[in-house]
Structure formats: C-alpha cells, structure tokens
C-alpha cells in the first residue's frame, strides 16, 4: 500500500509568482495527489461564507482561501511518496509524516492553512477487514466512514456509531403548497413552487434561518418517523447582495461584491486585510464601515486613537491586531508625555509591572496614564 503528503500553495495563475510565502496546507491522501486535489476542488466549490452554511471541517481554512483567491490560483506539490504493507502501518507513517512538514512549514492556522494536526499516536484498527467491507456489513456508505476516519481523525468505532444514528435520525420532509419534497433541490428544482429559480443554497439558507429564529412550523410523525417542515414564501426570498465600495491604502477606488473584493483586496494589502472573510462580513453586519472592516481603518472604539496616531503619536507596542479577541473589547490609553497609545489597559498594566484591576480602578477616578504613573512614582 501506499500514500501521499502533499503541499498546497498559492500561485498566481498569470504571474507564477507566490504572493502568501509563509501559508500554505499540509496534508496526506490515500488515492493519488491528482485526485485528492480534486476532491479539495470540490470542497472549495461547496465553501459558502455565510456562517450558518460554512464548512467546519479541518480542510475549512483552505477552502476559505481558495473561494476569495480562486482555485486557479493554487497548486499541489507532492512532497513525500510513503509505502506500507497494511493500511495501520500506511496511517502511522503518514501521520508522522504530516506533523513533521506541518512543523517545516510552520502550516498552522493562524500562519497557515492547517485547522487541526493528524494524530501523532493513531488507534489501531482492531477490524483487520478492509474499510469497504466494514462498510458493508454496517449498512453504512464507504466514502462517509472513510472521511470520517481520515478527515475528521475519528475512531472506527466512533464513525460507524455516527453515521448509524445518522441512519436512524428522522427524515426531513419539506412542504409546500400542499406538494411533499424529499430533498430541498427537489423544491428547487420545480418551476411551479420556485418560479424564480432561487437557488437550492439560498432556499436552504432561509430555511436555517427560519428554524434558528422558531418562525418554522415543524410536524413530527413518529409513526413514519419524519419531521415535516412547513414551508412559507419567506424561504423563496432572494438575498440580495450589495457592492461594496470604498478608498484603498493606495488612494484607488475599489467596487465588487465581497466576496471578490476580499479576494482582490487580501492579494494587494495582506498587511491589513483579516484572514477570514468571515471576520469582514460579521463586521459589516455589525454596521463597520467597508474601510473598518477590511482593516484600513481602525475599529469605531479606536477612532480617537487613530486620529492622534495622524498627528504624530505612536503605538507603545504596536499597531495591535484587531482581528484577536484581547483588543474586541479593549478601551486604549493614551501617554501625553511620550505621545505614546497603549492598545489596552492590559497593555499598559504589564508594561509598568501594575496590577490590571490597579489601573482600571485609577481610570475609573479619572486618572490619565501620566497621573497613574506618578501615583506608583514610576517614570514614563
């Protein structure tokens, strides 16, 4: 038997040139680096920003990069052939493997594209049946269990439990119109319920969001075991999408749709642009201006801070990472004496060696950052 540990890397399709140096994803892959890579291509085509459709698989970040960049803009790179005389003994060696380039490359997230490392002691299975024969015999389908075990690191045992509960689960009946769909592409797909042709991703969208929000009527027949959902005309609204536009670092005029723009936009300012789109649209759904939510302007609570890093102050670390949960709450400190903006009070406290809950205490009475240092008789 053998098996694969590949590399995929950016690459401008018009250029050849490899604009994200330091990212890439490491991975490793039973059938060929050819189809594997095809099968990442397909992951990407079913990547959807929205956070009630996004993917939560390891392969996540990847095809979040690949969606706003453009698959034609990747490449795959085998970087080890390993071979093995049973599937166990495969799995070890590509595992080891696969930690040992994560490492090289230092693969990652946030660096890179890596969500979750291989196992570095994999269980053995104790079947020594083939996959596809274990499949069989539990009634289950071979691609699902294969996935599971490789792609979400699960157990034999726990893959086969899952995917018999999946079997055994309700099934979802969709209504509308007095009319019984099986599948929410059926409803899709019927000219005389979907006249406008909203999209199969859109109906199910709405759908989500329906039932998250209690606005769904939902029949349980534990007779048939089906759960029917009762459908209205809210599930056939069409999300209509704006164009963004806005000013860049650069002083050019940028106008697309977000999903376009992030990418355009991540390729030319990777210095300032957040590494999940995801971060963009919650942002914009949180009324951040364009400019906000891309990273070329500071967020809402920072704008004084930006304002006087204008006129000549200067971080007292640095520029602080607002994508990072330490700074979403975060109030900065301004040092007059040194025209100095600490990111946080935080920041501050662990400069000077003072207790957090100290200055915070000191702010609330009132005190400046200069007023707190002379009270602990600290120099600036």
Same mark, same amino acid.
């Given at each position: ?37 095809? /099968? ?37 790179? %085998? &970087? ?37 490392? #291989? ?8 079947? %020594? ?6 499949? +069989? ?47 929410? $592409?059926? &409803? ?19 759908? $989500? ?24 005309? /809210? ?30 936009? &991540? ?26 939510? +891309?990273?070329?302007?500071? #967020? ?22 607002? %994508? ?53 008789? +600290?120099? #600036?």
């Amino acid at each position: 038997m053998k098996g694969f540990v590949y590399k995929i890397s950016h690459r401008d399709s018009q250029t050849g040139t490899n604009k994200f140096q330091e990212s890439c994803y490491i991975g490793q892959t039973k059938v060929t680096v050819k189809d594997r890579w095809n /099968q990442h291509k397909r992951g990407c085509l079913n990547f959807s920003v929205d956070p009630l459709l996004r993917s939560k698989g390891k392969s996540a970040a990847l095809y979040e990069m690949m969606s706003v960049i453009r698959i034609e803009n990747f490449t795959i790179d %085998t &970087l080890e052939e390993l071979n093995a005389d049973n599937e166990d003994s495969l799995l070890s060696l590509l595992d080891k493997a696969e930690n040992n380039y994560i490492d090289q490359f230092n693969s990652m997230v946030p660096n890179g594209w890596n969500k979750v490392r #291989p196992p570095k002691k994999r269980k053995s299975r104790s079947n %020594t049946k083939s996959l596809k024969q274990v499949a +069989l015999e539990h009634s289950i389908a071979y691609s699902s269990l294969d996935y599971r075990m490789t792609e979400l690191n699960e157990t034999e045992e726990d893959a086969i439990a899952h995917l018999k509960k999946i079997s055994t689960d309700p099934n979802i009946i969709y209504e509308y119109g007095r009319q019984r769909f099986k599948s929410i $592409r059926l &409803l899709a797909e019927s000219k005389i319920h979907n006249p406008k042709s909203i999209d199969k991703k859109t109906i199910e969208k709405n759908i $989500r969001k329906l039932k998250k929000s209690k606005g769904l009527e939902i029949v349980i027949d534990l007779i048939k075991n089906e759960h029917i959902y009762l459908l209205t005309e /809210q599930v056939f609204v069409e999300n209509k999408k704006k164009k963004i536009s806005l000013i860049g670092p650069n002083g050019k005029p940028y106008k697309d749709f977000l999903k376009k723009l992030y990418g355009e936009l &991540l390729v030319e300012f990777p210095e300032f642009i957040p590494k999940k789109i995801g971060t963009v649209q919650s942002r914009l759904d949180n009324n951040w201006t364009p400019r906000q939510a +891309l990273g070329f302007d500071y #967020p809402k609570k920072f704008k004084d801070a930006q304002l006087l890093i204008e006129e000549g102050y200067t971080w007292a670390i640095k520029r602080p990472d607002f %994508t990072l949960k330490e700074f979403k709450n975060a109030k900065p400190i301004v040092l007059e004496s040194k025209k100095e903006i600490f990111a946080s009070q935080k920041q501050f406290a662990e400069t000077y060696l003072l207790k957090e809950d100290h200055v915070s205490l000191c702010i609330k009475k009132n005190m400046n950052a200069d007023k707190i240092l002379i009270l602990n008789k +600290l120099e #600036p």
